[in-house]
């Protein structure tokens, strides 16, 4: 069993940026690839990144590469997701998840646990 909180969301205007965190509880993180994905109002939740257990392999969606930067730390038993040059467009409730299968998954129902969330907005 793995539990995830998410924090760090907020309002930030066009072009700034953001750092999510999901600390995990238990002894397995290391064990665990996980993933952001985000949803919006009205619309299906995405993904956005995904990290290897040990943190050697990284996935982005396109509408986030260049911009998002995952990262994972192991020892803490925590997941960043570093935004940068965010756009309204980007506006949604991000969720962190893990997942204790291989290879990496991008489709949310590959995921195992999952956070309850964390609002981002940006505005114009």
């Known amino acids: 069993q793995v539990q995830l909180v998410e924090s760090g969301g907020g309002l930030v205007q066009a072009g700034g940026s953001l750092r999510l965190s999901c600390a995990a509880s238990?002894?397995?993180?290391?064990?665990?690839?996980m993933g952001w994905f985000r949803q919006a109002p009205g619309k299906e939740r995405e993904f956005v990144a995904a990290?290897?257990?040990?943190?050697?392999?990284?996935y982005y969606a396109d509408s986030v590469k260049g911009r998002f930067t995952i990262s994972r730390d192991n020892a803490k038993n925590t997941v960043y997701l570093q935004m940068n040059s965010l756009k309204p467009e980007d506006t949604a409730v991000y969720s962190c998840?893990?997942?204790?299968?291989?290879?990496?998954?991008?489709?949310?129902?590959?995921?195992?646990?999952w956070g309850q969330g964390t609002q981002v907005t940006v505005s114009s």
């Open positions: 990290i290897s257990p040990l943190g050697g392999n990284t």
């Open positions: 238990g002894r397995t993180f290391s064990s665990y690839a």
């Open positions: 998840a893990a997942d204790n299968h291989l290879p990496i998954a991008t489709l949310p129902q590959e995921y195992n646990y």
